[in-house]
């Protein structure tokens, strides 16, 4: 039985080594924390499919960094299957703290069990789980994905105040299963149902990426004989669209109106230039806040269950302004 353990571990341990991406401390193989003063975190990214997982990717290197931190950064490229394999191999090296933002919210009970038996503190960042335990991670740091989804919802009600005619809509998803998909979605249909002229005409995930928010926004396109607006869960999907729509010979933030969620550089571009209408921020940078977390609860001190982030929404006239600042 023991042997058969050991043998799941190293497998573990080895497998995480070939997942593992860029990032200081990259040394898969090594022994974790408990030798000395130094925090080591495990850390298992979503992958890199939108402008916004790069800022918060690079965030999370450089205020480990800066932390004085040794990160295991290991890069999921969209699977659940691997971050559990990532997350096994970092109990394995006995880390001190495992950190890792969800690609999906279901399925995590029996992962994160194991990781509390080897007491190793999780920390959850940028999205959340389901589970009903809630003993089972430290700490959740991360955006209110429902009230990103009811701001969007509140600027299309304002914009179409006072007016009668039927709004049809077109709405993007993230990726099916993922806490912002599942919530920007809801939020954004309790508000807009108050008013029965808005109408979700077609909705379909572009799963978080330029290149799937193109290829759906075509479809919509050819299947849909009158959209009024495009609602895309992040600015990825949104530009993706923007360049079907312009393909179509249509004039996107005019023929039809855009908003997005995230409110990265090439999005408030957009903004900025007209084409989109309006973003609702979600911030990635959540690196310094998450190494302060890890330093917490490394030293046994006690955390808050839920750290939300500070975010704000943009108009066009707003993103001129604020455009020549962003970092991101
Ligand atoms: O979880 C945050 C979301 O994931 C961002 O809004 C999106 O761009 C990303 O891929």
């Given at each position: ?15 995480v080594g070939a997942l593992a991406g860029c990032g200081g401390g990259d040394d898969a193989g090594s022994s974790g924390g408990g030798g ?96 009903q335990d809630k003993t089972l991670y430290k700490t959740f740091i991360g955006s209110d994905f429902v009230l990103e989804g009811k701001k969007?919802?509140e600027w299309l009600v304002k914009e179409y105040e006072g007016k009668s005619d039927p709004v049809n809509i077109v709405e993007l998803q ?155």
């Amino acid at each position: 039985m023991l042997k058969k353990w050991s043998a799941a571990v190293l497998a573990g341990a080895l497998a995480v080594g070939a997942l593992a991406g860029c990032g200081g401390g990259d040394d898969a193989g090594s022994s974790g924390g408990g030798g000395d003063d130094k925090i080591t975190m495990g850390f298992s990214q979503v992958g890199a499919e939108s402008g916004w997982r790069t800022a918060n990717t690079k965030s999370i290197q450089e205020s480990a960094a800066a932390a004085g931190i040794d990160l295991k950064f290991s890069d999921a490229q969209g699977k659940q299957e691997n971050q559990i394999k990532a997350i096994r191999s970092f109990i394995a090296q006995r880390v001190d703290v495992i950190a890792f933002s969800p690609v999906v919210e279901s399925g995590w009970d029996t992962v994160l069990k194991e990781a509390k038996d080897a007491n190793i503190p999780v920390i959850l960042t940028d999205r959340s789980v389901d589970s009903q335990d809630k003993t089972l991670y430290k700490t959740f740091i991360g955006s209110d994905f429902v009230l990103e989804g009811k701001k969007a919802g509140e600027w299309l009600v304002k914009e179409y105040e006072g007016k009668s005619d039927p709004v049809n809509i077109v709405e993007l998803q993230g990726t099916p299963g993922a806490a912002p998909a599942n919530d920007r979605k809801a939020g954004f249909a309790e508000v807009i149902k108050a008013d029965p002229k808005f109408k979700i005409v077609a909705s379909q995930t572009g799963q978080f990426t330029r290149t799937d928010g193109k290829e759906v926004m075509e479809a919509f396109l050819k299947s849909q004989p009158k959209i009024d607006v495009l609602y895309a869960h992040n600015d990825d999907m949104g530009l993706g669209a923007i360049e079907a729509i312009e393909a179509a010979g249509k004039k996107p933030g005019t023929d039809i109106k855009i908003i997005t969620v995230d409110a990265v550089k090439d999005g408030m571009t957009a903004l900025a230039a007209g084409k989109i209408n309006y973003i609702v921020e979600c911030s990635p940078l959540l690196g310094p806040q998450l190494m302060d977390l890890a330093k917490k609860v490394k030293a046994g001190e006690t955390v808050e269950q839920r750290v939300l982030t500070q975010e704000t929404t943009f108009t066009q006239e707003q993103a001129k302004t604020a455009l020549p600042d962003r970092k991101y």
